[in-house]
């Protein structure tokens, strides 16, 4: 296999060229910071968690959607990074309604220990209070559209490893939600199949199974990129 | 007539945000008192449109002294909408829970809340007169006040991991079951437990016997009662039926389903208050007012179900022999009988062999449109009332809570303390002291939050009609 030189924190890697610099940290245990991400689906670089200083380049780019390059020098945990992450961490908290004390996902939600990881003490915006609604119209889920940071990870699996496509997204700014079919209840959808992947794939309490409460949710990403590992080698 | 008013603002050692009005005559006789609940808190509005299953998370938000017994109540409806019936298991655990919620709760209220008026005096400093004046005469006492508290609290956290806003009931049972580690650790606490609470009993029986005059008259007007009884009448707390008694202790109601509570009782707006006014629907507003709690359990009870329990609880009704008392200073003695029985069963509850077992939970779906739950918190009866859509939207939300169910009685006591103490001419704090303890009789829990020290700001001011300052008394 053909390797690049690259630097990330002052590291020397040999790396492969196809990947991203998402991938490569993950291989080398450097964190970065995720939302949007989830192994196995399309990245699109929505939630601007992972940005990056690159050498040369000015503007922070995003880890998942930027393809490693030669002699590329990367940084990842730089002081204007830190304060970027703790800025989109907030932004988050105040866009929608995000009460984390009655929430399913207490104690096992993504956005949660985002909060932590950056030490959000406090909320420096106006939260916007918007009036969302909640889709109970499904037999089994509920779509609780206040606890979703649009980091459309449900569309994307509904769309890639289902091959649904139940999902999508309508509007745009702070008025974009996530839409059923074309933006009909969930329980009346002609593309659901009910499988769940979007449940597993969501970092929040968005979308959740009726029937538990607080202290037993589950929720397992892993099993999509599990599954797509499998797909890959035709398993 | 000239109307001067005095206000007491706030009320403090009491769980929660409120203030009392008043009212003087031109010879400085009360002539009416009211009892505000200046908070609000909107529960029953915006949990429309939530998913029922949510309900056991969110409600138990509306208070931190008494969260378990509004999950109880919320997951007891949910229950219903679902049709089903917890395992024997989870019930044995809730009711552990229950009990260590109602023990946590009656600490608090008797050792750092009320224990400062009886030990240290109504009259004493009111910079001292509170948990921490306690702990300075009596570390004793302070300790094992506190340290009650921490089992009640620790029944919980065995179980669920936490000790307050606990996590894990859930329609048909728990989540979590109970370890055999946790169940040893738990029983070890009993012996401290039981002799913490009979400190307590000869506390409150002391200051009985050395006050009779004072206790037997303090806020006793005679209300209806209202309280949960097992299928003997025995006093229940975690799930039985309602029995209603008159001011004489003639059985009103018996063995009435909480799913009929709408028949019994009913609700009045008030333009003064926060906290509407609930009533014994047969006998009207005027009429209906009636009284939930320790001691209205204790009153409306034929026995309790544990043996040193029964023993005080005879001499209990030796007091009013036979007949309902209606003191509201009984109310800190029944809450100890309570607090005995409690450690009692938690013994009995912990030494069942099926307490460990892994069966702790029935699985439902949605199946009907609408849920009652009720259960008795410390404070008295609570009632939990959902309906839904046909997902399992709530669409409407009732919350009867048991402070609001005192809150006729608790008005009509601040009135009749006050005509007692209260002399306009002469306002003394320890007078108006003993006004707010006729609320902390009732251990009213008005929000979710404690302040529970004496140090809290207290302004009296005594105004003419034109509303000009004639007299201003402060606590700092």
């Known amino acids: 296999m053909n390797t690049i030189p690259i630097t990330i924190n002052d590291k020397k890697l040999d790396v492969d060229p196809a990947k991203t610099i998402l991938e490569v940290c993950r291989e080398n245990d450097i964190e970065i910071l995720t939302m949007c991400h989830l192994k196995g689906i399309i990245d699109i670089g929505a939630c601007r968690l992972c940005l990056v200083e690159i050498e040369g380049i000015n503007k922070l780019l995003s880890a998942c959607t930027t393809k490693v390059a030669a002699n590329m020098v990367v940084k990842t945990s730089t002081e204007r990074i830190k304060k970027y992450q703790r800025i989109t961490a907030e932004l988050f908290f105040a866009e929608r309604n995000h009460v984390c004390s009655v929430c399913v996902a207490n104690g096992k939600c993504e956005l949660q220990q985002l909060g932590y990881k950056v030490e959000m003490d406090h909320i420096r915006y106006p939260h916007l209070f918007p009036h969302c609604e909640v889709d109970t119209s499904h037999p089994w889920y509920v779509m609780d559209h206040n606890r979703c940071i649009m980091c459309t990870r449900c569309v994307r699996v509904c769309n890639e490893v289902e091959g649904a496509h139940n999902w999508d997204v309508m509007n745009r700014g702070h008025q974009v939600r996530i839409i059923s079919d074309f933006n009909t209840p969930w329980g009346e959808s002609i593309t659901c199949t009910s499988c769940g992947k979007c449940l597993h794939a969501c970092p929040t309490g968005a979308i959740w199974p009726k029937a538990i409460v607080q202290g037993q949710l589950e929720k397992k990403p892993e099993i999509i990129s599990e599954l797509m590992e499998k797909r890959k080698m035709k398993l | ?476």
Not at chain 2, 11 to 30: C, K, Q
Not at chain 2, 47 to 73: D, N
Not at chain 2, 189 to 213: D, S
Not at chain 2, 261 to 282: G, H, Q, T
Request: glycine residues 8%; hydrophobic residues 35%.
């Open chain 2, 1 to 476: 007539m000239d109307k001067r008013k005095l206000f007491i603002s706030p009320v403090t050692r009491i769980e929660g945000h409120a203030n009392i009005t008043i009212e003087l005559d031109d010879n400085g006789n009360v002539s009416d008192a009211l009892f505000h609940v200046n908070e609000f808190r909107g529960f029953e509005k915006f949990c429309e449109g939530r998913m029922y299953t949510e309900m056991p998370t969110i409600t138990p938000r509306i208070c931190g002294i008494c969260p378990t017994s509004h999950t109880l109540a919320s997951v007891k409806a949910c229950e219903m909408i679902q049709g089903i019936q917890p395992t024997y298991t989870a019930n044995l655990l809730r009711r552990l829970m229950h009990i260590g919620q109602n023990l946590s709760s009656h600490a608090l209220s008797f050792f750092h809340l009320s224990s400062p008026d009886f030990l240290l005096g109504y009259d004493s400093d009111p910079a001292k007169r509170n948990i921490l004046g306690i702990a300075e005469k009596f570390p004793d006492i302070a300790l094992r006040g506190i340290r009650l508290r921490k089992f009640g609290q620790e029944l919980s956290e065995r179980i669920t991991g936490k000790k307050i806003h606990i996590m894990g009931i859930a329609p048909g049972g728990m989540a979590y079951p109970l370890t055999e580690e946790n169940r040893k650790a738990l029983l070890n606490w009993i012996p401290e437990a039981l002799q913490t609470v009979q400190l307590g009993i000869n506390i409150i029986r002391k200051f009985h016997e050395e006050n009779t005059a004072m206790v037997q008259s303090f806020a006793n007007s005679p209300t209806l009662y209202l309280g949960t009884v097992g299928s003997g009448g025995e006093h229940e707390l975690y799930d039985g039926k309602l029995r209603f008694i008159d001011a004489d202790g003639i059985i009103l109601q018996d063995q009435v389903s909480p799913q009929q509570y709408l028949d019994f009782i009913a609700e009045r707006s008030v333009n003064w208050s926060y906290l509407k006014y609930p009533y014994y629907k047969p006998l009207g507003f005027d009429k209906g007012f009636y009284r939930v709690g320790p001691l209205a359990r204790l009153n409306v009870a034929t026995r309790m179900k544990t043996p040193l329990a029964q023993k005080e609880f005879e001499h209990f009704k030796s007091i009013g022999s036979g007949k309902p008392v209606h003191g509201a200073f009984y109310y800190h003695y029944t809450r100890l009988i309570e607090a005995l029985s409690d450690v009692e069963d938690a013994e009995r509850i912990l030494n069942d062999p099926d307490v460990t077992s892994l069966h702790i939970q029935h699985h439902g779906r949605w199946n009907y449109d609408e849920g009652i739950g009720s259960t008795e918190a410390p404070r008295g009866t609570l009632f939990h009332h959902y309906k839904t859509d046909e997902t399992g939207k709530l669409v409407k939300v009732n919350l009867l809570i048991a402070t609001g169910q005192n809150n006729p009685s608790m008005n009509r006591s601040v009135l009749e303390v006050a005509r007692q103490y209260v002399k306009g001419d002469d306002i003394k704090e320890g007078m108006l002291n003993r006004v707010e303890s006729a609320i902390r009789c009732y251990d009213p829990c008005l929000s979710c939050s404690t302040h529970a020290m004496g140090s809290m700001p207290m302004v009296i001011e005594v105004k003419d009609k034109k509303g000009e300052l004639i007299k201003r008394l402060e606590r700092f």
